[in-house]
């Protein structure tokens, strides 16, 4: 199983794998850039190198890119938009050169849903079009309230309308699910997201899984990470998915709060007994 947290490269790349491994997980997560801004820390050949190389030592992976927040695919503003795609084309080419399997990206918002999809499709139909390498593009399923674009429904749509390419998939997040009314709490609540996943989209297109507890109810539409265990999902519904024969082969990741990335050790280790245990 490939349980990892999401880890800074600020660091450097070496850097974030021996995180990894402090923490006992297996797979990570990172920022392509900085995730409030623009700015990206420029990697040299010679860092790139050595973490190709320390990785195939270690075994850690896939590695999972995630772009910064301020990436709006569906913007209203021209200028956002063009930023958009700006960012999608790059972080794409930066994401091969690290050797990461995957890039996620969150849909993004828009006033008139219609429109800001069909503003996604454009721009991912023009950027994917022209990227040939092997890292795939993963859209965020979100809880999609107010003008959020990224329901399961949504990104079915958005990748029927692409032709539903080879490199387009989904990533899914345990807290965006639970807000959007998906009990992942019982067996029912997981079988139905796998059910719902399968006719949007086909399940095999989910490529990795954010494992979130959430602060806040069923159904809130509230985006709010807690600690495993901590929030409303709870260990049981960690425990179901951590055994799901489709889910457990994924990457999954750790977004939780902590104020240290030391602190996700301790929730892998839970993660790990809740996948060995009946406690």
Same mark, same amino acid.
């Given at each position: $199983?490939?349980?990892?947290?999401?880890?800074?490269?600020?660091?450097?790349?070496?850097?974030?794998?021996? $995180?990894?491994?402090?923490?006992?997980?297996?797979?990570?997560?990172?920022?392509?850039?900085?995730?409030?801004?623009?700015?990206?820390?420029?990697?040299?050949?010679?860092?790139?190198?050595?973490?190709?190389?320390?990785?195939?030592?270690?075994?850690?992976?896939?590695?999972?890119?995630?772009?910064?927040?301020?990436?709006?695919?569906?913007?209203?503003?021209?200028?956002?938009?063009?930023?958009?795609?700006?960012?999608?084309?790059?972080?794409?080419?930066?994401?091969?050169?690290?050797?990461?399997?995957?890039?996620?990206?969150?849909?993004?918002?828009?006033?008139?849903?219609?429109?800001?999809?069909?503003?996604?499709?454009?721009?991912?139909?023009?950027?994917?079009?022209?990227?040939?390498?092997?890292?795939?593009?993963?859209?965020?399923? $979100?809880?999609?309230?107010?003008?959020?674009?990224?329901?399961?429904?949504?990104?079915?749509?958005?990748?029927?309308?692409?032709?539903?390419?080879?490199?387009?998939?989904?990533?899914?997040?345990?807290?965006?699910?639970?807000?959007?009314?998906?009990?992942?709490?019982?067996?029912?609540?997981?079988?139905?997201?796998?059910?719902?996943?399968?006719?949007?989209?086909?399940?095999?297109?989910?490529?990795?899984?954010?494992?979130?507890?959430?602060?806040?109810?069923?159904?809130?539409?509230?985006?709010?990470?807690?600690?495993?265990?901590?929030?409303?999902?709870?260990?049981?519904?960690?425990?179901?998915?951590?055994?799901?024969?489709?889910?457990?082969?994924?990457?999954?990741?750790?977004?939780?709060?902590?104020?240290?990335?030391?602190?996700?050790?301790?929730?892998?280790?839970?993660?790990?007994?809740?996948?060995?245990?009946?406690?």
């Amino acid at each position: $199983m490939k349980l990892g947290a999401h880890i800074s490269i600020a660091r450097g790349l070496n850097r974030a794998l021996r $995180m990894t491994q402090e923490i006992g997980g297996s797979t990570f997560q990172f920022f392509t850039r900085n995730p409030r801004g623009s700015r990206a820390r420029d990697i040299g050949r010679e860092e790139i190198a050595g973490f190709w190389e320390l990785r195939r030592q270690t075994g850690i992976g896939p590695l999972v890119g995630h772009l910064p927040y301020t990436v709006n695919l569906a913007a209203e503003k021209e200028e956002v938009y063009a930023f958009a795609a700006s960012i999608v084309a790059k972080d794409l080419e930066r994401a091969e050169a690290l050797g990461a399997e995957y890039v996620v990206c969150h849909p993004g918002r828009h006033r008139d849903h219609r429109e800001g999809l069909k503003r996604i499709t454009l721009l991912l139909e023009e950027r994917l079009a022209g990227f040939s390498g092997r890292c795939l593009f993963l859209l965020e399923a $979100m809880g999609a309230h107010g003008s959020e674009i990224g329901s399961l429904k949504d990104l079915g749509l958005i990748i029927s309308a692409l032709g539903r390419p080879g490199n387009l998939g989904v990533c899914l997040d345990s807290c965006h699910l639970f807000a959007a009314g998906l009990d992942l709490r019982g067996a029912a609540g997981l079988e139905r997201l796998k059910e719902e996943a399968e006719e949007a989209f086909g399940l095999t297109r989910v490529k990795a899984f954010h494992l979130n507890d959430s602060l806040y109810p069923l159904g809130s539409g509230k985006d709010r990470h807690a600690k495993i265990g901590r929030g409303h999902i709870g260990r049981e519904g960690f425990r179901r998915i951590l055994k799901d024969p489709y889910f457990a082969g994924l990457p999954l990741i750790l977004e939780t709060p902590v104020k240290d990335y030391k602190e996700y050790a301790a929730e892998i280790r839970e993660l790990k007994e809740l996948l060995e245990g009946d406690g």
